[in-house]
């Protein structure tokens, strides 16, 4: 099994900025993108940024230029920079990780508990 734990959530005051950090541990061979997705109360759960393992990233509109997605591969951990936050970001965060299981060589596709982030106006 993979777990992932997910950390940095908080309240922070509108234009503010947290960190949210995962760390991937277990029956991992490899890992091929990591990535954030966040759910707003009502609303489904949407892609915020991902990270791919040669590095390229991918990031929704919304957090373009105020986000930043960054991953240490030898420690399998992926970080979410969060700066300029907004009252809309306000949601559960939840880390993913998609690759290689070291034991059987199938394909896992893990997710944390996820990570309260909410910005107050």
């Known amino acids: 099994q993979v777990q992932l734990v997910e950390s940095g959530g908080g309240l922070v005051q509108a234009g503010g900025s947290l960190r949210l950090s995962c760390a991937a541990s277990g029956n991992i061979f490899s890992i091929n993108y990591m990535g954030w997705y966040r759910q707003a109360p009502g609303k489904q759960r949407e892609l915020v940024a991902r990270?791919?393992?040669?590095?390229?990233?991918n990031y929704v509109d919304a957090v373009k230029g105020r986000f930043h997605i960054s991953r240490d591969n030898a420690k399998n951990t992926v970080y979410l920079q969060m700066n300029g936050l907004k009252p809309e970001d306000t949601a559960l965060y939840y880390c993913?990780?998609?690759?290689?299981?070291?034991?059987?060589?199938?394909?896992?596709?893990?997710w944390g508990q996820g990570t309260q982030v909410t910005v107050s106006s």
């Open positions: 993913n990780a998609v690759g290689l299981s070291y034991s059987d060589s199938r394909e896992y596709d893990c």
């Open positions: 990270i791919y393992s040669h590095g390229s990233t």
